[in-house]
């Protein structure tokens, strides 16, 4: 083979290769890159569920109602009639001023940015950060300031509680004062403790569905305390003090009831299921509740009183309250029916140890908030709530245990706080009507107005009109 020859055919292969890797090169360039590993998907963002919506504003409007018409007639009622305009007032004040101090700092307190497990942060201050989209800590599917206006409903019943206990004769002004103080410094921190995130009791697995620490035992815990500090009513032991309507007082225990289905329903925040067992278990709690008392009281004294039943009812309603969301119907008529006799032993009690608290707050709140709270780490069952946890019938001793420490721990803040806020008070404006403002009754010796009105007589007071 010649050079010449040799050199052409070196030459083509040249060419050849070359352009097979021009045109692989070429390829290359056109084809589409290889897809790069996809990044993963932003969660999407919480969204409102309608349906959600309207049952917690419902349940908002139903606790709404078991202050005020509900408490304020119950209350109302069983006092003497010229003290029934200034008990149902302290009922309707109330929701107007727990209202305005749960904007400007009471939900911040309860439910904001945690503190070291003890407290919120005043980062919510006014609202600000509690909008209209959801918090996932408070309402996945809600918007925020649904849960915050549902939240604020408890608050307001709260304090109102405890009123009870010092009926007929506590100034109103000093009444003012301790609403504020109270609702500041033992419900909010109390709130966070049990239902904030972040919260200690939260965090050591306490169940308490709405409210068995934080409304009821603080309120009838505060409540005993009050009676002590306060003092008897003038009269007490030695002349009768009987309620002076109890169609009224009845009335009023019939709107708790209807009421009391937002407030342990609506703690479901959602809709469904757990929202319908809740339901189920408070009216079957509450009726066991009422039978129990009403036989309690039959079989001590002879005959059963419509009054014995009301507070039956309402013993019920305060037991099953932690409880709610966690329970089968089957425990429910236990806890309510030994609610019915517990609370009714207690309010018998309170003449043999000595102290007066007017409305049994004490005896029905207090004992009943207690046995509530203890009886839902028996029966608690992951099968009605999943996010709960078992109790000691479940085969989980241990929440027993965590139910007493919540116990404890709501049964000192709320003593050892209100004694020191009653006392502060006390030695700065004084607590108490004189004893002729007393005599008089705190509708005229408060606010110049009378409740019943006798055809022809004068009316003391306009109201404004």
């Known amino acids: 083979m010649t050079t010449t020859r040799r050199s052409t055919i ?64 119950f209350y109302g009622g069983m006092v003497r009639s010229k003290n029934a305009l200034g008990t149902i007032m302290q009922s309707f004040i109330i929701l107007a001023l727990i209202s305005v101090q749960w904007v400007l700092w009471g939900y911040s307190l309860a439910f904001g940015p945690d503190k070291g497990g003890i407290v919120g942060g005043l980062e919510w201050i006014g609202l600000q950060g509690v909008g209209l989209q959801p918090n996932p800590d408070y309402g996945a599917t809600v918007p925020h300031q649904a849960y915050m206006v549902f939240q604020l409903m408890f608050a307001v019943i709260t ?169 089968t119907p089957m425990a429910s008529i236990v806890i309510g029916a030994v609610a019915g006799f517990l609370c009714y032993t207690a309010c018998n009690v309170k003449t043999k140890l000595g102290y007066d608290d007017s409305l049994d707050v004490v005896g029905v709140h207090g004992v009943g908030g207690t046995w509530g709270a203890l009886a839902t780490g028996f029966f608690a069952t992951k099968t009605i709530n999943p996010d709960g946890g078992d109790g000691l019938l479940y085969g989980n001793p241990g929440q027993v245990g965590i139910q007493i420490v919540a116990i404890v721990a709501s049964w000192v803040l709320a003593f050892v706080g209100t004694t020191i806020i009653l006392k502060i008070i006390d030695a700065v404006m004084g607590l108490r009507v004189s004893a002729d403002e007393e005599m008089a009754g705190l509708d005229l010796s408060q606010h110049s107005e009378t409740a019943y009105a006798l055809e022809g007589q004068a009316t003391v007071g306009s109201g404004g009109r």
Do not use: C
């Open 10 to 73: 070196a030459l083509a292969i040249f060419f050849l290769v070359l352009s097979i890797s021009g045109s692989a090169l070429v390829w290359a360039e056109q084809a589409p890159a290889p897809a790069a590993p996809a990044a993963a998907a932003p969660a999407p963002p919480p969204k409102i569920d309608s349906g959600d919506t309207a049952w917690l504003l419902t349940s908002s409007a139903l606790v709404l109602l078991m202050t005020a018409p509900g408490l304020a007639l």
């Open 159 to 327: 304090p109102a509680l405890i009123t009870g206990a010092f009926a007929e004769r506590m100034k109103f002004s000093s009444f003012i004062v301790f609403t504020l103080a109270w609702a500041t410094f033992i419900y909010d921190p109390l709130a966070h403790w049990v239902w904030g995130t972040g919260g200690w009791l939260k965090n050591r697995g306490a169940l308490d569905f709405a409210g068995g620490t934080v409304v009821h035992i603080s309120s009838g815990v505060s409540a005993l305390a009050a009676a002590l500090i306060m003092g008897k009513r003038k009269g007490y032991g030695h002349e009768p003090l009987r309620p002076h309507n109890l169609p009224l007082t009845v009335t009023g225990a019939a709107l708790l009831w209807f009421g009391w289905f937002g407030f342990n329903a609506g703690s479901a925040i959602s809709a469904g299921a757990l929202a319908t067992s809740a339901f189920v278990v408070t009216n079957t709690a509450t009726a066991a509740a009422a039978l129990g008392w009403m036989f309690s009281e039959w079989a001590a004294r002879g005959k059963p009183t419509v009054l014995g039943a009301a507070s039956g009812a309402v013993a019920g309603l305060v037991a099953i309250t932690p409880a709610s969301g966690y329970v």
